[in-house]
Structure formats: C-alpha cells, structure tokens
C-alpha cells in the first residue's frame, strides 16, 4: 500500500483539503504514475459538490491527468520507468461489450459501464472479472493527488514536443471534441461553428481550424471575440447577434454546443447546411426547441457525443504534438484550488486551469 | 388548354367538389398524364383546410398520381403514349443548387424550393427561369383530376408487375420512409422499430422488413397490432406497454416515427442503440423530450427527412416491384372524398385510401 497525498473533500459542503489517501502497489498490468499536471474540468466541480447526486465521499477529483512513470507492474511492458504518460477519463472498460470490442470504451454497455478516474465504482466492470482485481476502495480517486496507478492499457502516451502541463486539458476537453468531430467526418474545407468558448470550446476550435475547417466561434461574452480570433478562429460573434448570424444561415457543416448549461438550438439549426450535424458535447439537459420543420426541410440531426475512445486520445494527443496545437492554461497551485474552483464556476480562467502537482507536497 | 375535371376546394371551409380547371398542354418537356389511381395523404386534408396558413384556393390536392401517357411534348423523349407514369410529391425544382446538383430535389435551396405537386407557387424556380415556361395560373394542381401536365423529368415509370392503384401510396408514403433508411444506412440484420402504424407506418414496416430488417412496429392502437404482424413485422407492441419495451432497451439501430402529431421521444431514445438514429418524418412540430443525457452516453441523433428524390422514388417502385411488396389500399370513389378526408383524419382508413378516378367522370 502506498500512502499518497491528494487534494479532496469529504462532503458536499466541505471545501477540498490535503489529504492522505492509500494507492494500491501497481499488480501485473498496471503502472504507478507520478503525477505533474492535472486540469480542472468543470465537472471535478459538479462532482465534488455532488451535483450530479451520485458523489461517494471523501472524493478526490482529476481526470485531465500527465506524469512520470515511476514503477510498472511485472507484466506491463508499453511504458517503461520515466516515461511521460497521461491519464484521461476512463481507467478501466468491461472489454466483453460490443463497443469495448469495437474500440470504443467510452460506450462500455458491460454492467457497469466503464471505470471512471474519480467516482467510479469499485465493483467488477463483467460478471466473471475478479473482484480482487479492483482497487480495495469504495470509488476510484483521481488526479488531485501525487500518485496514481493504472492498468496500463487505459495509460496513453504524451507525445514529445507537447508541453506536459499543456497536454493535460487534451485528455478531457480536446478529445470531447475531437472526437465528434472525427466521428462526423469534420473535414479541410468545411464550415464549422463552435458554440461556447471556454475549456472545450477553445480546444474545438483550435482543433477544428488545425483540420482545415473554417471555425466560426459563437460566445456569450462579448470580450472573448478577440480572443477566438487571436487563437486563429475565422471569426466570431456574440451568438445573440442577428445582423451577424442571419446571413450565415445555410451555412455551417458542423456546429459543436460546448456550452455547459441547457440551451435552446431551434435558431441555430436555421444556421445549418442540408446534412448538417448539430453535436452537443456541454450539457445533459434536455435540449430545447429541436424543431422538426428545421430538421427535415434539410435532413438534420442534433446529436449527443460522450468524451471519446482511447484511440481517439491518442490521436489528438499526436495531432496536436505534430501541429503545434495547445490549450491556453493558466497554471495554478493546489493550495489554491477552491478559489479556482470559484473562478471557473464564473467563466473566470483563460481558458483551462492546470494544477501543477509540486504545489502538493 | 385542356378543361380539365377535378374535385378541389374554393376555401378552407367548403367540402371538394366537382369542378372544371384549365390544364395548360404539354411544353416541349412536358407529358399530359390521364390520371387512373390518386393516393389520399393526410397532408392533402391539411392543405385543403389551410392547417398549414399557406393555401391559395382553388386547391386541388394529390400528390400520389399513377396514370397513363396521353400525350407528350415534341422534345420529351422518356416516355411515349399509353406508358404507365407516376407523379409524387414534386413536379419541378431549380436544377442549379449544391442539392439539385446531387440530385437531392426535395431539399432544393433555389428561391421557392421544389415545386409541389399541388398548392406549389407558380413563379420561376430562378431568377434566370422563365416565367413562360410556368404553367400561368396562382397555384399548382394536384392529382384529384382526370389530367394532369408534368415535365418529363419529374415523371416516375411505374414498372411491370405492380398494380397501378397499389403504386400510388409508394410516390409518398413509400419514398418518404424508405429515404431515410437508405440514408442512414439501413440493411439487413438490421433491428428496426416504426412508430405509428398508418398510411406511412405500415409502409415503412413492410419496406424495412424487404431489406432484410427485424422490424418491430409500435402503435397506439391496440386493433392494428394484429395486422401490423400479419404484414410481416417481427412484433408488435401498443408504444405506451412498459412491460414489453423495458426489455427492448438498447436494441434498435434505427427508429422511424411516422406519428402524424407532435410527440415526446424521450422514453423511445432507450430503445435504440450506440449510433443508433431516431428519425422524425410525421409530424414538422418541435420534437419534445431530446435528452441529451441519453443521446451523449450512446452518441445516438434524432433528425428530420422530407420525401425522397427522384432517383429514390424510382428505387423504391422498382424495389417494390421486384419483391411483391404492396401498400394495403382501399380504392374509393371521388365523390366520396369528404367522407374519406374524415375517415383519415379518425384514423379509420386500413391503410391507405386510393381514388379511382374514373368515378370522376
């Protein structure tokens, strides 16, 4: 057993605090990481405050997780000692299911579904899967902490040239729109809005502009247009403003709705093409105004799509490593971790907060 | 100009009756068409009544039309005399948008869209289209009438072996379920469930199951549940039975509502798969209940389809032909119209009522 520290809470209420937590000794397929970075995704929020009415206490959040391989278990050959590897929102699938079979473990049907990196329950992912090969604890921690420990197939690599701080947020926000994108066939030459600028939205269109798409970024905040333009969107505009929208109705191949809260799309379909896709990837809610006399006058879906499959990771980590593309971070010490829990709550951090993990110790 | 005999409308108001229109003769690329078998879609009762605010009357519906060539125009070459043609939902669209182009006509982006069959606006397609060439009257007529003229290309053959009163309901209702299947892909193996069991339902149900699909066909209405599997639905189950869906949760790559009102879905997104497409052609209102708690953990769509294209509509008569499948009709006489529009409008009609039209005569 390894005794380890984290940040985390132990209520609802509570706000999060240092504390000691076990780790298991990495078993045959897994590897203990030493953890540098970790981004704050809007959801440790959620999770943390039990908003989602499903958080198991004490709760150590971080799913946006990079760091230095420090021992691997007997049988993991991929990562050697050193390496600089990264940990996204899964740990572990039922591997039985078809979508597991399929590569995509972000849509485990097994009766659990996959193993998330925090919260996740700590109970076997298949009927047959021993029970013992699980963690020991009632839910899984995650990477506010100086240690985690993997199986090491759901560890992916961090390509060199990527800044190790600045691939964290790549593991959560770049792969939950990257791989919509890839899914939908988003394309050099199609016309794409971003709905949304903040963690995921600037991440999709950095992304979406390094395929070649031309990236129109649709904001609540009037101060972010300059921004979305100076990270190289074509253009951008307050989403409320008719003089700049009404012309582009028609228009887009591709919206993607990063925004976190429930919203209404029935005027933003009029911005879509014929076989225009309208993906939300922000919110669970109910999506509002899903007009049908916009749907199939020009043969229209609006979509859900949940993180994306270990591939998928993988690949936007080397997209972006091979085409110079980064998350804007601001690096913040854990210490301070509540107040930047505040901040993002009101769409303070430009635009991803990253925890550097020496800040723990 | 041909006096022509018809049953239409004056207002919204009035019941059809019996009157006489001019008919222009056939231009170059036109055919004069001597109606036999019309088709009663539930949209000729809306148009009649003006549900939709966009009724220029006189209107004289029907956009189901199986007849005989007449006569054809000096440079109409596809058909000749005494060949049986059908005409569907579209006589005419622009020919020069990204759709026309790829031979999408029903999603037409020219100035006025495709030119409907009946109740369609007779100005120019384009701005470079001349005026002459439209038929000089306020609105077009539809098939409740002994002729009709149509431009060659918008014609369907209505191929040997098919009954001509049969092929009527296939000019709408067949092509407007089986387009969407063909778009999305459905094939055989497949698990397909229909919404709603009418006109368009059971249709949907006999194609899909033509394509090799398990089809299973949820209705409100207990008495067609038999019917429903003596068409050849794998099963069949009333849409608000619990205990029968429950277990069908996650099964279905492909769900079809052809439910002619506005309906929650939220429930029915169980029922479909990973990727699985929930597709609307019934009804044009806001689609209630587009969860995306649901669509993002199994990255399912819900989208909107209108009609077909020509080259669908020809695929689907031909796809009928050659594996015997028919819709179930009822051959009723035109002075019998206003009873039959309310026999549609109860639901009443086993499954698609269809107007010989020698009993205009």
Same mark, same amino acid.
């Given at each position: 057993m390894i005794m380890s520290l984290a940040y985390g809470t132990q209520s609802a209420a509570a706000p999060l605090e240092r504390m000691e937590i076990e780790r298991a000794e990495p078993k045959d397929d897994e590897i203990q990481i030493e953890v540098m970075f970790t981004g704050v995704c809007h959801s440790d929020i959620h999770q943390a405050k039990n908003e989602w009415s499903n958080t198991v206490y004490p709760c150590v959040p971080g799913h946006e997780v990079v760091g230095r391989v420090k021992k691997t278990g007997a049988k993991a050959t991929r990562f050697k000692e050193g390496d600089i590897v990264g940990v996204g929102c899964m740990i572990d699938s039922c591997r039985a299911c078809e979508p597991c079979k399929d590569g995509d473990? *972000?849509?485990c049907e097994g009766p659990n579904g996959w193993l998330a990196t925090? *919260?996740?329950? +700590?109970?076997?992912?298949? %009927?047959?899967?021993?029970a013992s090969n699980m963690y020991g604890r009632d839910n899984t921690f995650g990477g506010y902490s100086d240690t985690v420990v993997v199986k090491e197939d759901f560890v992916l690599s961090i390509p060199e040239g990527l800044d190790p701080a600045a691939a964290a947020p790549i593991l959560c926000a770049g792969v939950t729109t990257w791989s919509p994108m890839q899914h939908w066939g988003v394309k050099a030459g199609d016309s794409v809005a971003v709905l949304g600028f903040g963690? &995921?939205?600037?991440m999709a269109a950095k992304l979406a502009k390094g395929i070649g798409a031309k990236v129109t970024v649709l904001t609540s905040t009037p101060e972010k247009i300059a921004d979305a333009k100076a990270q190289g969107a074509d253009a951008a505009y307050v989403e409320t403003d008719k003089t700049a929208l009404t012309p582009l109705a028609g228009t887009f191949d591709f919206i993607l709705s990063t925004v976190p809260e429930k919203h209404e799309v029935g005027a933003l379909l009029d911005l879509l093409?014929?076989?225009?896709?309208?993906?939300?990837?922000? *919110?669970l809610d109910i999506v509002d105004g899903v007009d049908n006399s916009? &749907?199939?006058?020009?043969?229209?879906?609006?979509?859900?799509?949940?993180?994306? *499959?270990l591939q998928e990771t993988q690949d936007v980590l080397d997209f972006c490593a091979a085409n110079g593309i980064a998350p804007e971070i601001e690096i913040v010490d854990i210490k301070t971790i509540n107040e930047v829990f505040t901040r993002v709550e009101n769409? %303070?951090?430009?635009?991803?907060?990253?925890?550097? +993990?020496?800040?723990?110790s």
């Open positions: 473990q *972000n849509y925090y *919260n996740g329950p +700590m109970t076997p992912a298949t %009927e047959t899967q021993d963690g &995921l939205g600037h093409k014929r076989d225009g896709h309208f993906v939300v990837v922000g *919110n916009k &749907l199939a006058f020009k043969r229209q879906s609006v979509s859900g799509s949940l993180i994306g *499959n769409g %303070e951090v430009r635009y991803r907060a990253v925890i550097d +993990m020496k800040t723990l």
